[in-house]
C-alpha cells in the first residue's frame, strides 16, 4: 500500500473520531444513528461513491461489446447482455468487500472503543454498517445495469424477473458483507485484509459464469462453481433480466422447473447471507472483548 494510501485511511480514521456518536435511547434509534455515522465515513466525497464503478463500467461499455464480437455464443443470448449482467458478481462482492476496510480503520484508530462504550447491542454495528454498504452497492448495481442498457445490453424483464434480480443481487450483498465484516475482524491490518481481497472477492467471478457458462469448465471445477452464492445469484439475475432465460439454473440444477430452481438457487444464496451475518455478529463480539 502506498504512502498516499496509508494517509487516506489515517485521515479517515481522524474524521471517524470526529464524527459524533450520541447515546440513543431505543434500539431503532441505534441504529439509525450508527447508519447516518456509517454513511458519513462511507460516502464523504462523491469521488468515493463513484470511483469504485469505473470498472464495472468500463467493462459493460468497452470490454463486453468486445467480447460479443469475438467472444464465445450462448444461444439464445447476446452475448454482450451475457457478458454485461455478469459484471454484477465482479461489482457486488467488490464493494461489500472493500467495505469491511472501513471496519479496520474503526478497530485502529477510529472510534470503535467509543461505539463498544455506549449502550448499544454490538450486533446492531454490525447491521449499521451493512445496511450503508447495501445501500452504495445497490445504487452502484442501478447505475452498471444502466450503462449496460444504454450500450446496447438487449434485456426483456417483466415486474416478476426484476424482483427475481433485485432479491438476488440483495441476497448476495448481505452474504458478501457478512464475509468482509467477518474477515475484517480477524485480520490484524488493512495490508492483510486487503491482500486476500482478490481471492475472496474476484476470483469466484471467473467461477460464476460470468463471462462462459459453467458447463465449459472441468467437471470437478463446475462442481465447486456450483457451491458459490455468487453462481446461484447470477444465474438468477439472468433469469430474472433476460427474459426468463433458465439455461444457467438449468447448468446448476439439471431439472426443467425453473420456478422451482430459482427459489433453490434463491435460498441457497439467501443462507449463505443469514449463515455469514450471524458468523460476522459472532466474530465481531469476540473481536471487541480480545
Not at 95 to 110: H, K, L, Q, S, Y
Request: proline content about 6%; some cysteine.
Amino acid at each position: 500500500m502506498t504512502d498516499l494510501a496509508l494517509a487516506d485511511l489515517d485521515d479517515l480514521g481522524s474524521f471517524s473520531r470526529s464524527v459524533p456518536v450520541p447515546a440513543p435511547t431505543t434500539r431503532g434509534s441505534a441504529l439509525s444513528t450508527l447508519i447516518r455515522r456509517r454513511a458519513a465515513l462511507s460516502v464523504r466525497t462523491p469521488r468515493e461513491l463513484f470511483v469504485p464503478l469505473l470498472t464495472p463500467i468500463l467493462f459493460a461499455l468497452v470490454i463486453a461489446p468486445a467480447l460479443d464480437s469475438i467472444g464465445p455464443k450462448v444461444p439464445g443470448i447476446d452475448y454482450m447482455s451475457f457478458a454485461a449482467i455478469g459484471t454484477a458478481v465482479l461489482l457486488i462482492p467488490l464493494n461489500c468487500m472493500f467495505a469491511g476496510v472501513g471496519v479496520i480503520v474503526d478497530r485502529e484508530t477510529g472510534a470503535r472503543r467509543d461505539l463498544l462504550a455506549a449502550p448499544v447491542p454490538r450486533g446492531v454495528i454490525v447491521f449499521a454498517n451493512l445496511a450503508v454498504a447495501f445501500a452504495v452497492t445497490a445504487l452502484q448495481v442501478v447505475v452498471l445495469i444502466t450503462a449496460a442498457v444504454l450500450r446496447g445490453a438487449q434485456l426483456d424483464a417483466s415486474a416478476t424477473g426484476i424482483a427475481w434480480f433485485c432479491a438476488a443481487a440483495a441476497a448476495l450483498a448481505v452474504a458478501m458483507y457478512g464475509l468482509a465484516e467477518l474477515v475484517a475482524n480477524r485480520m490484524p491490518s488493512v495490508e492483510e485484509y486487503i491482500g486476500v481481497l482478490p481471492a475472496l472477492a474476484i476470483v469466484p467471478f471467473f467461477f460464476a459464469g460470468a463471462l462462459f457458462p459453467i458447463t465449459a469448465m472441468p467437471r470437478g471445477l463446475a462442481a465447486f462453481a456450483r457451491l458459490l452464492p455468487a453462481t446461484h445469484a447470477l444465474a438468477l439475475m439472468r433469469y430474472g433480466l433476460l427474459g426468463g432465460n433458465a439455461t444457467g439454473l438449468h447448468q446448476i440444477w439439471g431439472t426443467h422447473d425453473t420456478t422451482v430452481m430459482a427459489a433453490l438457487s434463491l435460498t441457497v444464496v439467501a443462507a449463505y447471507g443469514v449463515v455469514l451475518t450471524f458468523v460476522a455478529v459472532r466474530a465481531f463480539a469476540r473481536a471487541a472483548v480480545s
